[in-house]
């Protein structure tokens, strides 16, 4: 297979757009945001003339004295978004759908496929204030507005300005990707492990011996000269057939050997959970693809998230200087220059679930979290969903490039398709540029075509078909004798009878 390697990119007034840069120092995209929409709404600014085009913006009207609640989701297909109202704290309640304990703060950062549930408190003068969401870039400003209007404003657009953070008031954000803001932004973090569950009855999946797990998931574009998205250094590819209904006739399978600590290789990456294990996963951004922050998002389950790991920061630019070290990316080269493939923990001792600061009583749930670049997140689940669910970057851009993995739990406990239910079979020629023939055991499904019931019942059907067909030749043969006999006859002296009508 022949990749086809895109030039992208843009420009402005024959300008061409820089890559946009993240507050740590890494990157977002080379592709520009012009503007975002809250509910469908939003302005195109003119970054030159610092106008705008005034399309009218979402109005959320409040009344004073109550409480209200926001449920914000992230749709968007690559920037996070710092979410805020003016003159207004915030109270993150949940995230994906669970309950945390209440957290006050003056914004929460949202990624894409993230969930966050808000309350605001409509306890400011009446009046009209900006609802903000912003994207981290550094050496960008982009941002997109709302309105919350209290019942009794006037119509007109706010004159709200964000709040001032300072160095002995300082703004709170929750779930930043990185460590420190700048420091002249006067603004802490606090990180999503950092929330609590609200249940006490919902503690992290325990360590049982024998039925424990791990698996360390680099999310990255390692390589050299090709540099896909991609886990553990499989670009992801599709299967060519129905993954449920077809669980052992997989094929691009990853056991080839250009898949390795060093190498890049393309295949449908999975990882086949025992049912009832408490699997350990352990998120990764590290090594020569790391550089951009990715919200990993797990279909079929929610995980509990029990620690992240950051890189290491100048706490005065909040630029990342280095790694975080509790990874050992091994491949056998420089830290810098390994894939990260095949990491463990840099301390043996903390296998086994056995990572000191984990949040085991009250783990927030989660099915999106952002790891950063340079760091890791610690989850878990139990493997009791029996499925084949789709884990992936939810910056559609990376998944589409590979970084996406199939979790295949539990064939054994699939309830089985009815008898002779169709099954759909790939048509696509076999490559054996990409991937190796899946053994003779794994293709038992095809096989089942030609068993020789099968073959008898073709036979017959086939034998009665010819027969069939001998029948009606021998039919029609014997109808046309015995029309033609009276319409065309000779007589004794060798006269032409035309027909019956001859005798009239
Ligand atoms: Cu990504």
Redesign the pocket.
Known sequence: MEDARMVFGGYDNREKFQVSRSLDGQYFSLLKAHSGLINGKGRFWDSHKNTHNEAPLEIFTVKQGNKYRFRIIGVGALYPWTISVDGHKITVVASDGFDVEPQIADSVIINAGERYDVIIDADQPIGNYWIRAKTLESNRNTSVEAILHYQGASDTEPLSTHRTCTDTDKCLVVNCFFTYYPQNDFTLCLPVDKLKHKSDNDQAPKVIQGKFTEYFLN?AFPGKSFTP?SVNGRRFISPTKIALANPKDMDYPCDNTECDEQKICTCTYSLNLKHGDTVQMVFLNMGSGKG?????HMHGHTFYVLKMGYAQYDNRTGEMIGENKDIDCRGGVAKNESFCNDATWSNSSWVNGNIPDLELKKPVRKDTIIVPSGGYVVTRIVADNPGVWFMH???E???NDG?AIIINESHANHPSPPQNFPRCHSFQEYDSTITQRPEDDDLFEINDLYTERNFWIMFGVLCAVIVLQFIIILCKFCCERSKDKPEKSYDFNGHFNSGFNSKT
């Open positions: 999310f998205g951009w922050a990715h919200p990993i970057c939810h910056i851009l990376h998944a970084m």
